[in-house]
């Protein structure tokens, strides 16, 4: 994948900071940690957008108070909420529709989605460890925010892409780095040139069968793009849009399209067995055969791992994927999928 960043082309830079002990990059340097990091992030990303949606889905009757009650506000689920209000100095605001609730979300999606080194070059080494890092990220926007625009805690009322396109511009070149939507620009053109066969096994959902899983999660991952390119307000605030108030911006009929078509592509049932998610544009036959080798694949992986780390015969504990069929009978498709790729089955390696 020759329009892939070339990492290879970095590793003069790294060794060049490595011996002249600049900070971060060699041993015994001073380890800089961010009070939070990605997982608060994440959660404190998906709760307050589930919390706008409820507060809208109830026709703003419920409270912060109701959402305590349900044990939804718990310190995992507010952290980063709490440190963004302590930094910015604001006061927790009225309800969950609330620009600073906007910006905040807003915030979050720009820290857990860094530009540098994908799928743009990396051109500024010294910071490349910081620029990545969803937390110290998080921490730069918001002081960035503090002492450069305060006024933008009132950026955010009508939840727009013209909205996110403004503040994100702005927060960006705060901290000296590429948008979330320049990225997505980016990675929807290498989908319609470069990536053009992979998106058409993605339509089919009939993927190669070299490095299949890989080929799966990137397809998704561009068709995730390509829709965020075209509406990053939903992305960034679903829960706004996913009410269908809104008169004008997204229908719900295109909230309800993009959610069906960006969901998990497998969930696990009521008997914990884990089933293939069902698609209306997608044949149902190509998503379960696609599901078997998905897993299948996953099944090699581990037997590679415990080939290169671990002592002692292969385990093949694979129970936690399915019950439906005995155990020798997975047993015995997981190494006839080993023979396949590496040209040997595991029951001929001896113990030495």
């Known amino acids: 994948m020759v329009f892939l960043p070339d990492a290879r082309k970095w590793e003069r830079e790294f060794e060049q900071l490595n011996k002249n002990k600049v900070f971060g990059y060699y041993h015994g340097s001073d380890i800089r940690l961010s009070p939070i990091g990605a997982r608060e992030i994440f959660e404190g990303q998906a709760r307050f957008s589930q919390l706008q949606y409820l507060y809208l889905s109830s026709g703003r009757k419920m409270s912060w108070d109701d959402f305590e009650h349900a044990g939804m506000l718990s310190q995992l689920y507010r952290e980063a909420f709490d440190i963004f209000l302590k930094i910015l100095d604001t006061p927790w605001p009225g309800t969950p529709e609330d620009s600073v609730v ?72 705060y901290i000296s780095c590429k948008t979330p939507y320049s990225a997505s620009e980016k990675l929807s053109d290498w989908a319609s040139t470069n990536c053009k066969e992979l998106m058409e096994e993605d339509n089919s959902f009939e993927f190669g069968s070299e490095n299949l899983p890989v080929r799966l999660l990137f397809a998704r991952f561009l068709r995730f793009q390509q829709d965020k390119f075209i509406t990053p307000e939903f992305f960034c605030w679903p829960g706004i849009w996913s009410v269908g108030e809104r008169k004008a911006g997204i229908s719900l009929e295109n909230a309800r399209e993009l959610f069906e078509a960006h969901k998990a592509l497998f969930c696990d049932g009521l008997d914990g067995d884990i089933y293939p998610s069902t698609f209306p544009d997608k044949d149902e036959k190509s ?66």
Request: charged content about 20%; glycine content about 6%; aromatic content about 18%.
């Open 287 to 352: 998503v379960q055969n696609t599901f078997n080798s998905f897993y299948f694949w996953n099944m090699t992986y581990d037997m590679t791992r415990q080939w290169i780390i671990q002592d002692g015969e292969f385990e093949y504990n694979f129970s936690w994927l399915t019950s439906k069929f005995p155990k020798s009978e997975v047993t015995t498709s997981v190494r006839n999928q080993f023979r396949d790729v590496y040209g040997v089955d595991p029951s001929a390696f001896q113990i030495v």
């Open 102 to 173: 906007g910006l905040f979300l807003l915030v979050c999606d720009l820290a857990i989605n860094p530009t540098d080194g994908f799928p743009f070059d990396l051109y500024h080494f010294p910071s490349f460890v910081f620029s990545v890092d969803p937390g110290i990220r998080f921490l730069m926007l918001c002081e960035s925010i503090k002492n450069k625009n305060p006024n933008l805690v009132n950026s955010i009322h009508g939840y727009t892409k013209e909205e996110y396109l403004e503040v994100s511009e702005i927060l960006c070149g």
